[in-house]
């Protein structure tokens, strides 16, 4: 029988996961293979979060794999420098989570903030390949949707590809079905600071906490410069502002998620 794993990284984002977990329990999910390391992607020792906050999973745990470990700067990521190598040693250490993987299971492979949706796990014994799936974009709140769409999570089955990073950052195809969520850089402000100055991307970690401090991203609804699929480059862009229905997580339909997750709305 082919056996589904989900598996991804995880930095401490304990309500995403929740979301997660809540949205994919009755989706056929063999094991989710939680992977956190000790330190973040910039080097900075932290808490082994999931670990601290085991009684908050129980409903999970016969399903969930935890693996930590200390990322490595022994092998290059897939851009220079110390974070993209940490990066790419965390996805590495998903194999540990492995161990009953057999030819053709199904390998879901990204972040833990980009969540699959039902509909697209039910067409999961159909793919043969490696590919992505394109995921809704919600940056900063929930209700704050980017104009185009995450190409992410992969998926291959086992033994198609032997380098998580790979899986990750090549140029598989890409299915045009919205797929799921991603809902990143959720939580506010605050929380906003915090993770950049925890993932791989150093070079933006000036600009993205003046930014969060000055209310352009949570309150405003700006973006920073990024390229969209057409090749078109932005200083900034402005998200859309939408309102939450019956197409989003259950989660967060039913209001059971924090707040912070939703855009500040003028009184």
């Not at 161990?99 to 199904?106: Q, V």
């Not at 993770?195 to 401090?213: L, Y």
């Amino acid at each position: 029988m082919t056996k589904v794993f989900d598996t991804f990284l995880f930095n401490g984002e304990l309500d995403v996961l929740e979301c997660r977990l809540r949205e994919l329990e009755d989706c056929g999910v063999h094991k989710h293979v939680i992977v956190e390391g000790t330190t973040t992607f910039q080097g900075t020792p932290k808490p082994l979060v999931f670990k601290d906050n085991l009684e908050r999973f129980q409903p999970w745990m016969h399903k969930i794999r935890y693996v930590t470990f200390t990322p490595s700067t022994a092998e290059p990521g897939k851009q220079p420098g110390d974070a993209w190598a940490r990066e790419h040693s965390s996805r590495q250490a998903t194999w540990e989570g492995l161990y009953d993987a057999g030819l053709g299971d199904i390998l879901i492979h990204g972040d833990v903030d980009e969540i699959l949706s039902p509909a697209a796990m039910a067409v999961l014994p159909e793919i043969h390949g490696p590919c992505k799936f394109s995921l809704r974009w919600a940056h900063f709140a929930v209700d704050w949707l980017t104009p185009w769409m995450w190409p992410a999570p992969s998926v291959m089955r086992y033994g198609q590809v032997g380098n998580f990073t790979q899986l990750r950052e090549a140029g598989w195809p890409v299915i045009p079905m919205p797929a799921g969520w991603h809902l990143t850089w959720l939580g506010g402000p605050d929380a906003i600071v915090k993770k950049v100055n925890s993932f791989s991307h150093v070079e933006r970690i000036d600009e993205i906490t003046a930014g969060a401090k000055a209310g352009k991203y949570y309150e405003r609804g700006l973006l920073w410069a990024g390229g969209i699929p057409d090749g078109t480059v932005h200083d900034e862009t402005q998200l859309i502002a939408a309102d939450v229905d019956e197409t989003w997580p259950k989660w967060v339909r039913e209001r059971k998620c924090p707040d912070s997750w939703f855009r500040p709305r003028e009184a």
